[in-house]
């Protein structure tokens, strides 16, 4: 049987980052997103069972409650406990990044009223902080490297105490990476 994970922390933390890259670390894990426009229910319904080791649908763009009404949670939460106790649905990882409290405690208390334990196995959301500041500068060399050609910080005019500056300002690896990239933009 499939899983449900309501994915807890805030904005610019890597939740959806986190999600998206399983597969570069895990042989035979695909991700499916389930865009913003898309009806989560239609979606789920049009799933064959997946023949690999896990398959991650990630619900996109619902992390605040304002976008999102009770109603469609509770119809979503639904359709995922029948999908994740269907065939189709063995295999897979339904995962709900979300950015706001109220939102996650709508998940849970919905999810845990529709499905218990089967649907959110750990009673709760998990809460995800993103990366150990010190490892933000690490992240960005290795990000500017492998998206461009192995550029460094220097190639881009940014110099490491700048860098560290940044970083030690930033409170998520999102917003460290957002100053940087506009940085670089400035100084090109």
């Known amino acids: 049987?499939?899983?449900?994970?309501?994915?807890y922390g805030k904005p610019g933390s890597g939740k959806s980052t986190l999600l998206n890259t399983v597969p570069l670390f895990r042989e035979g894990v695909e991700v499916v997103p389930i865009e913003p426009r898309e009806s989560i229910p239609d979606v789920l319904d049009g799933f064959k069972p997946f023949p690999g080791r896990l398959r991650i649908?990630?619900?996109?763009?619902?992390e605040a409650l304002a976008n999102t009404a009770k109603e469609e949670?509770?119809?979503?939460?639904?359709?995922?406990?029948?999908?994740?106790?269907?065939?189709?649905?063995?295999?897979?990882?339904v995962a709900w990044p979300c950015s706001l409290p109220a939102l996650r405690d709508c998940l849970v208390e919905a999810a845990l009223g529709i499905g218990g334990p089967s649907?959110?196995?750990t009673g709760a959301a998990v809460n995800y902080e993103g990366p150990p500041k010190e490892q933000f500068l690490p992240?960005?060399?290795?990000?500017?490297?492998?998206?461009?050609?192995?550029?460094?910080?220097?190639?881009w005019g940014i110099t490491e105490a700048w860098a560290r500056k940044l970083a030690e300002q930033a409170d998520t690896i999102g917003t460290f990476?957002?100053?940087?990239?506009?940085?670089?933009?400035?100084?090109l």
């Open 177 to 187: 990476l957002q100053r940087l990239g506009q940085e670089a933009r400035s100084r």
């Open 139 to 155: 992240i960005a060399r290795s990000t500017i490297a492998t998206f461009n050609a192995g550029a460094t910080l220097i190639d």
């Open 73 to 93: 949670i509770e119809a979503a939460l639904l359709a995922i406990n029948n999908f994740l106790r269907s065939a189709e649905g063995s295999n897979t990882l």
């Open 57 to 62: 649908v990630i619900i996109k763009a619902r």
């Open 1 to 7: 049987r499939g899983s449900f994970l309501a994915l």
């Open 119 to 121: 649907l959110l196995g």
